[in-house]
């Protein structure tokens, strides 16, 4: 039971013919077919291309604990429980035995139970953007830091599947200004995620310690 909870939680937090043609001319001749030009396929644009990254994003001074506050997501599972979602807190570290990933923790409650998922995301050459590798490429979450000033809050946008999800971070729950909650209901907005599909988490009650019973290990994909 305990490994079906596991992967339920894991999935919570974590889809032309060349036309011929022929031309008459005079005296009934027919002109030899000329085969038609294929036209050109424009580059698959995704999202979160689109979004403008924060500028010069220092990975290092992301590191360390950041508390959930809000979500704005068109994610099935919120729509349906979005009023009982559970306080989250994210842990994020530079490993020593690696330059280009970040270690990350997220503990959570499930069912009055608290839960650790371990993951880890790829740090790409363009600053701010980020990979949470899946079980198969096209299942990769593509993930972007597109606004912090690294001590009090972040908003990071998460995409899978063509998928856009907005998260607003805090270092702590008791500093909530009502500028980075309306900044963050702005950007949210822009992409089509007004306040229908906003979803603020707790900021009490947050886990501490998880026995190893209860860590979901999603290195290096889930």
């Known amino acids: 039971m305990a490994a079906v909870w596991r992967c339920m939680l894991a999935l919570v937090v974590l889809m032309c013919l060349c036309s011929w043609g022929s031309t008459q001319i005079i005296g009934g001749a ?11 396929k424009k ?10 990254p924060a500028q010069n994003i220092d990975i290092e001074r992301m590191t360390g604990i950041w508390y959930l506050l809000n979500t704005a997501s068109k994610c099935s599972y919120l729509i349906n429980h979005g009023t009982k979602v559970e306080p989250t807190v994210m842990n994020l570290t530079r ?7 970040l270690s990350v ?3 959570t409650r499930h069912n009055h139970q608290c839960w650790e998922i371990l993951q880890v995301y790829d740090i790409s050459p363009t600053p701010g953007r980020l990979t949470l590798k899946g079980p198969r490429p096209e ?30 971070y ?8 009502e500028p ?43």
């Open 105 to 107: 923790s997220i503990k």
């Open 180 to 222: 980075m909650l309306s900044k963050f209901e702005q950007l949210a907005e822009k992409q089509n995620l007004g306040l229908a599909y906003l979803f603020p988490f707790p900021t009490y009650s947050h886990c501490g310690a998880v026995d190893k019973d209860h860590v979901i290990n999603c290195i290096p994909a889930c």
């Open 95 to 101: 490993p020593a035995d690696s330059s280009q990933t």
């Open 139 to 168: 299942l990769n979450t593509d993930i972007m830091i597109s606004d912090t000033d690294y001590d009090s809050y972040a908003v990071i946008f998460y995409q899978k599947r063509g998928q856009i999800t907005l998260k607003l």
């Open 43 to 52: 580059p698959k644009v995704e999202p979160i291309d689109v979004i403008p």
């Open 30 to 40: 027919q002109s030899r077919p000329r085969p038609q030009r294929r036209p050109r």
């Open 170 to 177: 805090a270092r702590s729950t008791d500093d909530l200004s």
